[in-house]
């Protein structure tokens, strides 16, 4: 015992306690740079394949061993490809600097609420004057890429701010307000189309747009018609149609998991 103690002194000095610390801080930094992308979920699918891969080689399965063999090969072909967006974003962030500095977000039932109630408010109005719109609530998969294709705010989500987005021939209006927890990440985004035949033919980009996003994303998508009027939603790559303010709200309360029953403590002077 006390002669692998000893080795291990040996081995373990200064420059290996700095070359720990220099990888576990770049693997820390790098899956924070993938959080908030569709990189999780590829990842996700890594840790399934290494854990069947690890399986078979114990079973001695001959047949499964081959088919990884040839998929890890494959995928290291694959990988800058289907990684580009995160390998591009991270070099840019790395030469301006932002590489090492980031501050998690979270928001609480309260906040949310709020949000809702302004999302709710501003579609009212929205579809009251026929003004096309397109509002993103992100949840679990990330939407950086998409952030970054418009103009960056991270401002409060107000009715007021939203209506001035999209008021007609403003710079930002025919883009995507993409919203993050209770921010208004970026405005002015360009989201994927949808290219489904299924797709009803008298609906237009916005909707398109709505469903193309949702079909590769968990996001809720909030669609006013500029030509109707009309509020919908889409989700899942579905496209929910003709919502009223009540059918509305009770959609983004559950889709986003909010307990409308709590009610925020208010001083009795207030109320």
Not at 128 to 142: D, F, P, Q
Not at 199 to 211: D, F, M, P, S
């Amino acid at each position: 015992m006390s002669q692998l103690l000893s080795q291990l002194q040996s081995s373990f000095d200064w420059r290996t306690i700095l070359d720990i610390a220099v990888v576990a801080i770049v693997l820390y930094q790098l899956l924070m740079l993938i959080k908030g992308t569709r990189a999780v979920q590829l990842l996700k699918g890594i840790l399934v394949l290494l854990i069947l891969s690890n399986i078979a080689q114990f079973l001695k399965l001959s047949t499964i061993n081959w088919l990884l063999d040839r998929l890890w090969s494959m995928f290291f072909i694959a990988l800058p490809v289907v990684f580009q967006p995160e390998l591009r974003r991270a070099l840019e962030q790395i030469g301006r600097g932002k590489f090492f500095m980031r501050h998690p977000q979270t928001v609480g039932n309260e906040a949310m609420i709020q949000v809702i109630d302004e999302l709710v408010r501003c579609t009212q109005v929205l579809s009251k004057n026929r003004i096309g719109a397109l509002m993103v609530m992100e949840r679990t998969t990330g939407l950086q890429n998409y952030v970054e294709t418009g103009i960056k705010i991270d401002g409060v989500v107000s009715s007021e701010f939203l209506l001035n987005v999209f008021i007609p021939n403003t710079p930002l209006h025919d883009g995507a307000v993409i919203i993050r927890s209770d921010r208004v990440a970026a405005a002015g985004c360009f989201l994927p189309l949808s290219e489904s035949n299924a797709i009803q033919k008298e609906l237009g980009t916005r909707h398109r747009a709505a469903i193309g996003l949702t079909e590769v994303s968990d996001s809720v998508v909030i669609v006013v018609s500029e030509e109707t009027g009309a509020i919908s939603v889409a989700i899942d790559g579905v496209l929910t149609r003709f919502l009223d303010e009540k059918s509305l709200k009770e959609l983004l309360c559950r889709e986003l998991q909010v307990d409308t029953t709590i009610k925020s403590y208010v001083p009795f002077w207030r109320s």
